[in-house]
């Protein structure tokens, strides 16, 4: 559908109806396409360590969020006075919590 938007011989309306989609999801497939169209040509591998990057980023993001809500509730229930320790499983060395 995008390519066919992107080509020009039938308008957003036609192809939205003859594939019966809104015609702003055509709209919205024309101009991605148009818009990452080359990187169907880009080198593989250059778009894996992108991928790995950003992942890499959003798993270090989510490690500090994790962390910081470890330590609240640890914090919280030794201040509550239920704290027994993080199980042998759980025990990092890393740590001076428990």
Do not use: Y
């Not at 990187?39 to 778009?47: L, P």
């Not at 470890?70 to 320790?85: A, E």
Request: proline fraction near 2%.
């Amino acid at each position: 559908m995008a390519l066919e938007a992107l080509k020009g011989i039938k308008t957003v309306q036609q192809i939205a109806k003859d594939f019966d989609v809104h015609p702003v999801q055509v709209t919205e497939w024309k101009k991605r396409l148009s818009a990452h169209a080359g990187s169907v040509f880009e080198n593989g591998k250059e778009r894996e360590v992108e991928d790995f990057s950003a992942e890499r980023s959003d798993l270090h993001s989510k490690i500090g969020e994790l962390t910081v809500k470890l330590d609240f509730v640890v914090k919280k229930s030794k201040q509550l006075g239920v704290w027994s320790g993080l199980p042998d499983s759980l025990k990092l060395d890393t740590r001076n919590s428990a």
